[in-house]
């Protein structure tokens, strides 16, 4: 994560309090963000990106992470810093939000991003979704602004992130429910959900989440660089495949790894190491394949998308698949 891209220049007349400066980029986000098609055939999601204000869940935030950061803000008495902080939280980009001890902990993700998972959620008026990962508070608005505060609830461990998250939603407008807690385990008390999102990177997919969904709920989740979407049979069964596109979240927090790191990939022909597809396959298969293998896989079956793979819960056993559930290639999860 680097430093934020500029702006573009602004239109004539120019823009001269903090509200027109921030609908002006706000604008000009939405057209980028239409730009990658995200946002075809979704006036509703559109909307949301349109009147959510981005700059309120962003009140600071850092920039240049890998190899020394800078953090702009939006109370810098610094009125160049103040408008490079407010014009940077409307740029197609993610944004560092909390670091600590050098880590980062939490983000406000790309929204072109964020646009497309909003979209492959499928969402129709009436639904429950469950957000597992606050993060700021950003995602959560944009849903609340799509189906109402009661419709909507976000969860995290860090009480930090859920005060913050909350402070920032009502700074703006909309009071869904903020749950400080275990994602992992969902939010019982506010089930049945028709719909969960992830916004941080799972090791494997909770069974707990499919006792919370209604039969047919759509679970949405980065796993392994990509993002699977599951839909719901009952309590104890779900299916899908993953998404085209890649996806780079901060790990869920609150449980131990139970699968080992990922693999070091010396040796391998410098065009298989560096392939993203091929590095999606390292991670998904890791703990049960070794790198010689996986390329050798990924040969054969020639060069496989991430369209190609998928993940069945079954029970306790979850497994990520290529092809075909019941298939020869097939690795577990749990």
């Known amino acids: 994560m680097g430093g934020v891209p500029e702006p573009e220049p602004y239109p004539e007349p120019y823009p001269r309090t903090e509200d027109e400066v921030a609908a002006v980029a706000r604008a000009a986000l939405v057209r980028e963000i239409e730009a990658t098609g995200a946002l075809d055939g979704e006036p509703a999601w559109r909307a949301a990106f349109a009147e959510v204000p981005r700059h309120l869940f962003v009140p600071y935030y850092y920039i240049g992470v890998l190899g020394g950061s800078e953090r702009l803000w939006g109370e810098d008495p610094d009125r160049g810093r103040r408008e490079r902080w407010l014009r940077g939280a409307y740029v197609d980009t993610p944004l560092a939000t909390r670091m600590r001890d050098g880590e980062l902990v939490s983000s406000s993700s790309q929204p072109s991003l964020m646009a497309m998972m909003l979209a492959e959620l499928r969402i129709e008026d009436g639904h429950r979704v469950l957000e597992i990962g606050a993060g700021t508070g950003y995602n959560a608005a944009l849903l609340a602004h799509r189906l109402g505060d009661e419709r909507v609830t976000t969860v995290d461990l860090d009480p930090e992130i859920t005060e913050s998250a909350r402070r920032h939603l009502a700074a703006a407008g909309y009071h869904p429910a903020v749950i400080t807690g275990d994602g992992a385990r969902g939010c019982p008390e506010r089930a049945p959900y028709d719909r969960i999102i992830a916004t941080c990177t799972l090791e494997t997919v909770p069974q707990v989440w499919l006792e919370q969904c209604r039969p047919g709920a759509l679970i949405l989740a980065p796993l392994a660089t990509g993002l699977i979407r599951l839909r719901v049979g009952d309590a104890a069964h779900a299916e899908g495949h993953f998404l085209h596109t890649s996806a780079?979240?901060?790990?869920?927090?609150?449980?131990?790894?139970?699968?080992?790191?990922?693999?070091?990939?010396?040796?391998?022909?410098?065009?298989?190491?560096?392939?993203?597809?091929?590095?999606?396959?390292?991670?998904?298969?890791?703990?049960?394949?070794?790198?010689?293998?996986?390329?050798?896989?990924?040969?054969?079956?020639?060069?496989?998308?991430?369209?190609?793979f998928g993940v069945t819960v079954s029970g306790q056993d979850v497994w990520a698949w290529l092809d075909d559930p019941t298939g020869p290639y097939a690795w577990a999860l749990t």
């Open 248 to 308: 780079y979240f901060v790990p869920l927090r609150g449980r131990p790894s139970p699968r080992a790191p990922s693999p070091h990939v010396g040796g391998l022909p410098r065009g298989a190491a560096q392939n993203e597809l091929f590095r999606f396959l390292l991670a998904l298969t890791r703990g049960s394949l070794d790198p010689q293998e996986a390329l050798a896989l990924w040969r054969r079956e020639g060069r496989p998308g991430r369209e190609r």
